[in-house]
């Protein structure tokens, strides 16, 4: 039987107990283990939408770079661990058994009605932290619109609503239609 967990975790200690659960999804925020919620069918289509668009835009570039979709754990620190809806990283493949991604370059939620003070407060405060965040999306299935928060000179996150045309994310390069997003 799978019991969420309440002891103060390490990041390593709560992938590898993740990793034994039956059901759920969880993540570890400041050590304590957080049961993520269910989601709904419109989560669940955009955010496969999301993944694919960013796929199709690294295969038409000449970078390598690999889009993974939700299930992999992005460590925040030693104490938090994230799990995305998708996210893209660059440079070589990572071995087959890798279970956690520490160097993202982009990093995307889709909002669920209770998740929204979550994903642009505390993951955007996190996210940022990872030196090598370029960009985090938060997609907005209600106003259907893309939050990009992008990584400014000063290392901040600058923000841009994208309700229309194409969303530029550079470095690494890639382009996606938002029309393409929510059809």
């Known amino acids: ?6 002891k103060r975790m390490t990041a ?14 969880y993540e570890l925020v400041d050590g304590i283990v957080v049961r993520m919620n269910s989601e709904r069918l419109v989560h669940v289509r955009v955010k496969h939408r ?3 668009l960013l796929d199709k835009a690294i295969a038409t570039t000449a970078i390598e770079a690999e889009m993974m979709a939700d299930g992999m754990a992005v460590r925040v620190s ?24 520490t160097d993202p370059i982009v990093v995307c939620e889709v909002l669920s009605p209770s998740t929204g003070p979550v994903d642009t407060g505390t993951k955007l405060l996190n996210y940022f932290s990872i030196a090598s ?8 299935t209600t106003k259907r619109t893309v939050l990009h928060y992008r990584r400014g000179p000063d290392g901040s996150p600058a923000l841009q609503a994208v309700s229309a045309g194409e969303l530029h994310l550079d470095p690494p390069g890639l382009t996606i239609a938002i029309a393409d997003l929510f059809s």
């Open 78 to 101: 030693e104490s938090t661990v994230h799990e995305p809806d998708a996210l893209v990283r660059c440079g070589p493949p990572l071995d087959d058994e890798t279970i956690i991604i």
């Open 50 to 52: 999301l993944a694919v």
């Open 133 to 140: 965040v370029q960009h985090y999306l938060v997609v907005d």
């Open 12 to 25: 390593e200690e709560f992938v590898h107990w993740a990793m034994r659960q039956e059901t759920g999804r």
């Open 1 to 6: 039987m799978n019991v969420a967990h309440r």
